[in-house]
């Protein structure tokens, strides 16, 4: 069946730092990937998304790589910032709009 | 100018009542959906309605049922509530076909005594 999940459940970094948060998935008819981050109280917050026939794509202090080979995804977030500080989750579509979440990461950002 | 609102924020009520949650979107989306996320963070798909039709139901119980009376509204109706249905429960929308981003409601805490 389709899963993702996550190798870290916390992340704790320095400010200024770059993080990389890390993401499994084993539905190898994934076409579509997207990082959201969520923090306290609020819903989950878009930040970036990758299709299948793409294995990088910047934004603004983000980077998600795509490895089809070993079904990993990771989220690189430069300069990292206290407000950073939040629970990122992973998640994989393969059609329907229908989008399975990882379990979550935290990312704690000292100052 | 909230893009997708729900209410009520924080909902506590005893096992056995019946309540329900809505869901406004203002980005002229044509599908919405509600997920449930546990007291583990772990969201799960619940349904999704495309243009008033539903297309998506993970095998949530039948206790649940979602109404959308137009494609800027999906409520949520849950009888014969239990203890397991304590949980935050998020709408969201997103434009249908070609694969896009989901965006999320602020979630209502529904907690059941």
């Known amino acids: 069946g389709e899963s993702v999940g996550l190798h870290l459940p916390t992340l704790s970094v320095q400010e200024g730092d770059n993080s990389i948060i890390n993401c499994a998935y084993s539905?190898?008819?994934?076409?579509?990937f997207i990082w959201y981050k969520q923090e306290s109280g609020k819903g989950p917050q878009f930040i970036i998304d990758?299709?299948?026939?793409?294995d990088k794509r910047q934004g603004q202090r983000v980077t998600v790589l795509l490895n089809k080979t070993v079904k990993h995804l990771s989220l690189q977030i430069a300069a990292t910032q206290p407000g950073d500080s939040a629970v990122y989750f992973c998640?994989?579509?393969?059609?329907?709009?229908?989008?399975?979440f990882g379990t979550g990461t935290r990312l704690l950002v000292s100052p | 100018d909230t893009a997708v609102s729900q209410t009520p924020k924080y909902l506590v009520t005893q096992m056995g009542n019946d309540k329900s949650i809505k869901c406004e979107q203002n980005l002229g989306h044509d599908t919405m959906y509600w997920y449930k996320q546990d007291s583990k963070k772990f969201l799960k798909i619940m349904f999704s309605y495309n243009n008033k039709e539903l297309i998506i139901n993970e095998t949530v119980p039948n206790r649940f049922s979602p109404k959308s009376p137009d494609k800027a509204h999906l409520n949520l109706h849950i009888n014969s509530l239990e203890l397991g249905d304590s949980a935050v429960y998020f709408c969201?929308?997103?434009?249908?076909?070609?694969?896009?981003?989901?965006?999320f409601g602020n979630g209502t805490r529904l907690t059941v005594t």
């Open positions: 539905n190898s008819a994934s076409d579509y």
């Open positions: 969201a929308s997103s434009q249908g076909g070609a694969p896009a981003p989901l965006h």
């Open positions: 998640a994989e579509s393969s059609g329907f709009q229908k989008l399975v």
């Open positions: 990758i299709r299948s026939n793409m």
